[in-house]
């Protein structure tokens, strides 16, 4: 077992030491813990800055995902149904859904919530994956159900 640091721990310990005593006396020794204070109060001011402004961003994405993708879900599902899998319900309960999330007179001039254009999205979006995956299944490869069985059928 070894009882020493090496040269370099040790060097690397007394240059920390002495930046800190750099800054404490550059600060001011009666000022350091205002100053530390205000550091960590002004990172923590720029991360809150940093996630608010990540937030609009994220909502904006989210809203035009929510309108971008019904078109893309509406093409789904005419493709869909012109292979004969049935995806007219589900184009009819998202888009009736959709509408009634995102309708809003304009007398009230009030913006849609979020929680709605959320549930909007996640309704047209999951609608998306759900109809393409259909899609994507070959009917003549009879190994893949193309609707999974729920409960799992026991081996």
Do not use: K
């Amino acid at each position: 077992m070894q009882n020493h640091l090496r040269r370099n721990v040790v060097g690397l310990i007394w240059l920390i030491g002495l930046l800190c005593a750099v800054v404490v006396y550059r600060v001011g020794p009666d000022r350091i813990l205002y100053s530390v204070a205000d550091v960590i109060e002004n990172f923590r001011a720029y991360v809150d800055d940093l996630l608010s402004a990540f937030a609009v961003n994220t909502f904006d994405v989210m809203r035009a995902l929510a309108i971008g993708l019904m078109p893309a879900f509406i093409a789904f599902c005419v493709i869909a149904h012109r292979r004969g899998l049935p995806a007219m319900r589900s184009l009819v309960v998202v888009s009736v859904l959709w509408l009634l999330l995102l309708y809003q007179p304009v007398r009230y001039g009030e913006p849609v919530s979020a929680f709605r254009w959320t549930v909007a999205f996640l309704a047209v979006g999951i609608g998306c994956l759900v109809v393409a995956r259909h899609l994507s299944h070959d009917p003549r490869d009879r190994t893949a159900p193309p609707y999974p069985s729920w409960p799992p059928r026991p081996q």
